[in-house]
């Protein structure tokens, strides 16, 4: 017989919505309110991460709008400079990189995907440092930062320019994408230094100060990049039309050091590497400071 006709007049047994109404009633009177709450937290406990993990996700993306924003101040540019910005996209447009097919295709090598990827543009930086040395014509390319040797590769095979490659690790051990055939080209050079050691940057203050166009390009700690910009700002340039290109500026370690220049710059990211694409025009030595 269904429980609602046994329920007769005087029955001592309660419908089930009056017994859920009274259970609800004793727990709200006699439980201790932090009990309470903390029940309500655990039953709750998914909608409750939910929550936090969207307020997380937009401070997020509000900071990483600030930071866009920051970046993308160009009002150091002057008119000259911002001027020969379209030149260069123009001609990174013209380039065309190729694998080398000497160079067996290697998933554990160092940056594969970004070799594998060179020639996309946006979303790499090589082109655009091709356009930007063909079209100055400069001669006297410095990298601080040899690393996957993608730079340096695409560098030697699209331009004239001489190539003084640094870095603490030699290009054989650091499973680069580097070969004997570029070191037997006379125009490459790797040089082993720590730069953040005062006399090892005082060794080749000249030969960086001579250079037409640095890339900066090292471990991206925000701390070598500072100690190194800081050396370079105390060392006299010969005045002439040279630039300085900083890679992953959009990293959270870089961001001060970014702000720190004080010369003529542009954030060329949507041009450039997606992690960031920095470009300063140093024809007068360095500005470097709070």
Do not use: C
């Not at 320019?161 to 640094?166: E, G, L, V």
């Not at 870089?254 to 954030?267: E, L, R």
């Amino acid at each position: 017989m269904p429980l609602s006709e046994k329920q007769g007049v005087g029955s001592s047994i309660l419908p089930l919505a009056t017994m859920k109404n009274k259970i609800k009633y004793w727990y709200k009177k006699y439980t201790p309110i932090v009990f309470q709450k903390f029940s309500y937290l655990i039953s709750n406990m998914n909608e409750l991460v939910k929550i936090g993990l969207f307020n997380f996700e937009m401070n997020e993306d509000t900071r990483m709008s600030q930071l866009t924003w920051a970046y993308a101040n160009s009002s150091q540019a002057d008119s000259v400079f911002l001027s020969k910005i379209t030149e260069y996209i123009n001609a990174a447009t013209l380039v065309d990189l190729k694998l080398d097919p000497h160079l067996e295709p290697d998933n554990s090598r160092q940056y594969e995907f970004e070799y594998m990827n060179m020639n996309l543009f946006p979303g790499e930086h090589y082109r655009i440092l091709v356009g930007i040395l063909n079209t100055e014509n400069f001669k006297n390319f410095t990298e601080i930062g040899t690393g996957s040797g993608v730079a340096s590769k695409t560098i030697l095979n699209q331009t004239n320019a001489d190539i003084k490659t640094f870095d603490i690790v030699p290009w054989r051990e650091d499973d680069s994408h580097l070969t004997r055939v570029e070191f037997n080209n006379s125009r490459l050079t790797q040089i082993i230094e720590d730069l953040s050691n005062p006399q090892s940057f005082k060794n080749y203050s000249d030969l960086i100060a001579n250079s037409d166009m640095i890339l900066l390009d090292a471990d991206k700690s925000g701390t070598f990049e500072d100690s190194l910009l800081t050396k370079m700002s105390t060392i006299p340039f010969e005045s002439k039309f040279r630039l300085l290109f900083i890679d992953d500026i959009r990293y959270f370690s870089m961001y001060k050091v970014w702000k720190k220049i004080k010369n003529p710059k542009i954030d060329l990211t949507s041009f450039g590497h997606w992690s960031g694409s920095g470009l300063v025009d140093i024809t007068n030595g360095l500005i470097y400071q709070d």
